[in-house]
């Protein structure tokens, strides 16, 4: 991975962006998103014995061993929200340790574009060399960039509405509606909000904004 100029920092939260290169479409199917899920589940953690490809192909009793035990492992970097998109993905990540997120990012960037490489039967690089990290720095950004990631199916035109989104399974927004997922933690973000239905009001009240001016998309990434 190319030398960054500004480093991450531990225990900084960060809206870490990639997208694929020449923007093409990385994830086809509904498998292909589970891939990517899977793999961001498992990355997340640290001294992990094997490879996600590895560890997947284990037989299954062998396979739900190996996930307790990873799962009661230390973790390098904290998921606050995610998204993923046809052509690229959005986090808000928080390292739990030295370089956590660049290794997370790393190894889930291999491992996915090497399922998706062999699946395709292509070569070549699949995301772009180096993600991008915006360092959050107040408590405005940082949930007005939750905001922003949640609503990306719907400034892309993905989906209409927010009931849509609200359905949307390939991002943390049904886990902050009340859908258990044990590997995000929503707590730090509804915790600025009087409850779920606040929370709610705040997603779709900027619905058209985001739509319509391309500035968010810089301020959230630049």
Same mark, same amino acid.
């Given at each position: 991975?190319?030398?960054?100029?500004?480093?991450?920092?531990?225990?900084?939260?960060?809206?870490?962006?990639n997208?694929?290169?020449?923007?093409?479409?990385?994830?086809?199917?509904?498998?292909?998103?589970?891939?990517?899920?899977?793999?961001?589940?498992f $990355?997340?953690?640290?001294?992990?014995?094997?490879?996600?490809?590895?560890?997947?192909?284990?037989?299954?009793?062998?396979?739900? !061993?190996? =996930?307790?035990?990873?799962?009661?492992?230390?973790?390098?970097?904290?998921?606050?929200? $995610?998204? *993923?998109?046809?052509?690229?993905?959005?986090?808000l &990540?928080?390292? *739990?340790?030295?370089?956590?997120?660049?290794?997370?990012?790393?190894n #889930?960037?291999?491992? $996915? @574009?090497?399922? #998706?490489?062999?699946?395709?039967?292509r070569?070549g690089?699949?995301?772009?060399?180096?993600f991008? @990290?915006?360092?959050?720095? =107040?408590d405005?950004? *940082?949930?007005?960039?939750?905001? $922003?990631?949640?609503?990306?199916?719907?400034?892309? +035109? *993905?989906?209409?509405?927010?009931?849509? &989104?609200?359905?949307?399974?390939w991002?943390s +927004?049904?886990?902050?509606l009340?859908? =258990?997922?044990? #590997?995000?933690?929503?707590? &730090?973000?509804?915790?600025?909000?009087?409850?779920?239905? @606040?929370?709610?009001?705040?997603?779709?009240?900027?619905?058209?904004? !985001?739509?319509?001016l391309? =500035?968010?998309?810089?301020? @959230?990434?630049?």
């Amino acid at each position: 991975m190319p030398y960054r100029k500004i480093p991450i920092i531990q225990g900084e939260i960060y809206h870490v962006f990639n997208r694929s290169v020449a923007k093409q479409p990385i994830f086809l199917s509904k498998r292909d998103f589970n891939r990517a899920i899977e793999c961001i589940k498992f $990355y997340q953690h640290a001294d992990l014995p094997f490879r996600f490809s590895h560890f997947n192909r284990l037989p299954k009793e062998q396979k739900d !061993q190996t =996930s307790e035990l990873i799962k009661n492992s230390p973790e390098i970097i904290e998921i606050l929200t $995610y998204c *993923l998109m046809p052509n690229h993905v959005h986090f808000l &990540l928080k390292g *739990l340790t030295e370089s956590g997120i660049i290794k997370f990012m790393s190894n #889930f960037q291999n491992s $996915y @574009a090497k399922y #998706f490489n062999t699946k395709n039967e292509r070569t070549g690089t699949l995301f772009q060399p180096m993600f991008k @990290a915006v360092r959050i720095e =107040s408590d405005e950004q *940082l949930i007005h960039v939750n905001r $922003y990631i949640h609503l990306n199916p719907i400034t892309a +035109y *993905l989906i209409k509405t927010t009931d849509e &989104l609200e359905q949307y399974p390939w991002s943390s +927004y049904p886990n902050y509606l009340g859908e =258990s997922i044990t #590997f995000i933690n929503k707590e &730090l973000i509804l915790n600025y909000f009087k409850n779920i239905t @606040a929370y709610k009001q705040f997603i779709s009240d900027q619905v058209d904004y !985001q739509r319509k001016l391309d =500035s968010i998309k810089h301020l @959230a990434l630049e």
